[in-house]
């Protein structure tokens, strides 16, 4: 009998109690602690004994999920997950449980002015490339009865969700492991999609699409095992296709890239059914049905909207332009992010290492775990789970060149929205993986030490299964390595100087401001600020169906000249908190100083006409020669 008896229950039960009672505290104390203005770190600005009660929290659920145990039906395992995924939770939460006014910068601004518009009837969603984010959104605020901008990101936190449970429902389908499906979910919180470079835990249709993809790859793994010759009619098939039908809605983009991977599962299909008509993969229901549906759900939708041909146009010429020159820089758009962290002070391989460690781990598990699934026959898990392994390399696989057309793209940087589709695929891969490593320990703690299935199972020529001596799940070092990579990744979830990036929140003060300013503007005059933020932000207040390009950038050189004789009309000119923190605190005056931006205070024909604390708004006066 193990050491570790049933006995052990009541006490990892207390501990347990204590770690929801920790999350509790943190969440009251968050609540507790609004924000008061803008916040360059979400991290440096929220109470650190709400920290304090997460991190202790998170180790409490990581040693009961993976501590030694002669049984793997021990309840506690099912709680200790429970309590991780609401330790991640919470803290992905923070922003609304500290009273932020919205979470979100650039296209995050643009999805609330299309949700504001579909609210109020200025904008119809059948006129939006994809409006699955704004729709939902207009309904959960209905629904629920809180403004958009929370509305907006209950859907991000929704997609979270969905992310987590089908990544652990695709693991359990694959190998009906307890063991491995604990594994994938703490595999799932660590969010290795969400990497805040084109991917982000912000209200970003193409974000949420990726991550509602985990249920895509869970009906994909349950139509294989469905009745051959009725799939197309069964209720997975349908569900397949209905989710296929969210899918476009959400992002069109991401089913582009989902076909490419299943066109790629499909080639597998026909060359093993090709090879051999009785093994692992021939026996399992083809998607060829599938997969021509989806070729022609995204068709249809695409006809009707000219901009998704024509970037593919766009960027399938950039990798012509590319080869043919034998020029241009490759990830331009990282390049360029490189170069300025580089100027501040940074290292691109700190930067490196502090935005991808989870997913170099787990990169590298999914391609050792790869190899094995193609190369490895003596393993009994790995025979178990090659038929989905194979599946998801091929998948991999047909998403490399994706990623390189976007790569060799001028000044793109959609190739983070390839590599966070592929972070799904990881993620599955990895805990397979992970899982894999797990069945070794116990066979190696088994008396016969024969080989074992990740639920400590031991198999026999049979195929019966026989419980070994040893513990099934004793690997304490489990719980350190997640707990290490969930923190590296929990503390790069959101943007902050920690990544060398600002806070993309936006404050009561700052968002009032604008709504007041474009409320009482004279429809003739112009907006001038820094780094296109006018633009966005009447995109958000005035919900424009098609994004504003009427405002400009200044640059740094006009600010500290004369402002009112660089235009030969009246401007408006806004500067708010947000632009002094993340220019001078994050940026560290790398495009504008702190002098830059005070110069204007002491420039003539410039008058202050709007302030409320965080937001300036000046009228530059038009000082040309009247004609």
């Known amino acids: 009998m193990s050491s570790h008896s049933a006995a052990d229950d009541p006490f990892q039960k207390l501990v347990l109690s204590v770690g929801f009672l920790a999350v509790a505290a943190s969440a009251f104390l968050a609540r507790e602690s609004p924000a008061t203005g803008y916040e360059l770190s979400i991290y440096t600005m929220t109470p650190m004994a709400v920290w304090a009660g997460l991190l202790f929290a998170l180790a409490v659920a990581l040693a009961v999920a993976f501590v030694p145990t002669a049984s793997e039906r021990s309840p506690v395992r099912s709680l200790a997950v429970g309590l991780g995924g609401l330790v991640v939770f919470t803290f992905a939460s923070t922003p609304i449980l500290r009273g932020y006014r919205y979470m979100g910068q650039h296209d995050a601004l643009t999805h609330l002015g299309w949700a504001r518009g579909i609210s109020e009837g200025t904008v119809s969603p059948f006129d939006l490339f994809y409006p699955g984010i704004h729709t939902v959104s207009v309904l959960v605020s209905s629904v629920l009865e809180v403004p958009l901008e929370r509305g907006l990101f209950v859907v991000v936190l929704v997609s979270m969700l969905v992310f987590w449970t089908f990544i652990s429902l695709t693991v359990w389908t694959i190998t009906e492991s307890r063991v491995a499906t604990i594994v994938a979910a703490f595999s799932a919180f660590l969010l290795l999609p969400v990497t805040t470079l084109s991917m982000y835990l912000t209200p970003h249709a193409m974000s949420q699409a990726v991550l509602f993809s985990a249920l895509l790859c869970y009906l994909f793994v349950s139509y294989l095992r469905t009745d051959r010759d009725r799939a197309a009619v069964t209720g997975v098939g349908a569900a397949f296709a209905i989710a296929g039908i969210a899918a476009v809605i959400y992002h069109p983009q991401l089913l582009a890239h989902l076909i490419a991977a299943f066109v790629a599962v499909c080639v597998v299909q026909f060359l093993a059914r090709r090879v051999s008509r009785a093994g692992p993969i021939a026996d399992q229901t083809p998607m060829y049905g599938q997969v021509l549906f989806l070729i022609g759900l995204f068709l249809v939708w695409t006809a009707n909207h000219g901009f998704f041909s024509d970037t593919i146009s766009y960027f399938l010429a950039s990798v012509v332009e590319f080869v043919r020159s034998g020029g241009g820089t490759p990830g331009g758009s990282a390049q360029t992010q490189g170069e300025s962290v580089a100027a501040i002070g940074g290292s691109i391989l700190e930067l490196f290492f502090r935005l991808f460690t989870p997913q170099l781990v787990f990169s590298i598990l999914a391609g050792l775990f790869g190899l094995a699934a193609l190369f490895v026959t003596r393993s009994v898990w790995v025979r178990r789970v090659r038929p989905e392994s194979v599946y998801f390399v091929a998948g991999l696989v047909a998403l490399v060149p994706v990623f390189f057309m976007y790569f060799f793209a001028s000044g793109s940087s959609m190739y983070f929205r390839v590599f966070g589709l592929m972070m799904v695929f990881i993620t599955i891969l990895g805990a397979l993986a992970i899982a894999g490593i797990g069945a070794r320990l116990s066979s190696a703690g088994s008396t016969d030490g024969s080989s074992g299935g990740a639920d400590?199972?031991?198999?026999?020529?049979?195929?019966?299964?026989?419980?070994?001596?040893?513990?099934?799940?004793?690997?304490?070092?489990?719980?350190?390595?997640?707990?290490?990579?969930?923190?590296?990744?929990?503390?790069?979830?959101?943007?902050?100087?920690?990544?060398?990036?600002?806070?993309?929140?936006?404050?009561?003060?700052?968002?009032?401001?604008?709504?007041?300013?474009?409320?009482?503007?004279?429809?003739?005059?112009?907006?001038?600020?820094?780094?296109?933020?006018?633009?966005?932000?009447?995109?958000?207040?005035?919900?424009?169906?098609?994004?504003?390009?009427?405002?400009?950038?200044?640059?740094?050189?006009?600010?500290?000249?004369?402002?009112?004789?660089?235009?030969?009309?009246?401007?408006?000119?806004?500067?708010?908190?947000?632009?002094?923190?993340?220019?001078?605190?994050?940026?560290h005056g790398l495009r504008y100083t702190e002098g830059d931006l005070a110069a204007v205070e002491s420039q003539p024909n410039v008058d202050r006409i709007q302030s409320n604390g965080e937001f300036d708004r000046y009228y530059v006066h038009d000082t040309s020669p009247d004609v």
């Open 456 to 587: 400590g199972s031991s198999s026999t020529s049979g195929g019966s299964r026989e419980k070994p001596n040893g513990p099934i799940v004793g690997h304490p070092a489990f719980a350190l390595v997640f707990a290490l990579l969930l923190v590296l990744s929990l503390v790069a979830i959101f943007p902050s100087p920690y990544t060398y990036a600002p806070s993309p929140h936006v404050s009561e003060t700052t968002m009032s401001g604008y709504e007041t300013a474009f409320a009482s503007q004279d429809e003739e005059v112009d907006y001038l600020g820094l780094r296109d933020g006018p633009n966005r932000f009447d995109d958000a207040v005035n919900g424009n169906e098609q994004r504003s390009h009427y405002h400009f950038n200044v640059d740094a050189a006009t600010l500290r000249g004369d402002v009112s004789s660089e235009y030969d009309e009246d401007r408006y000119l806004v500067l708010t908190e947000m632009d002094y923190e993340r220019e001078v605190s994050a940026y």
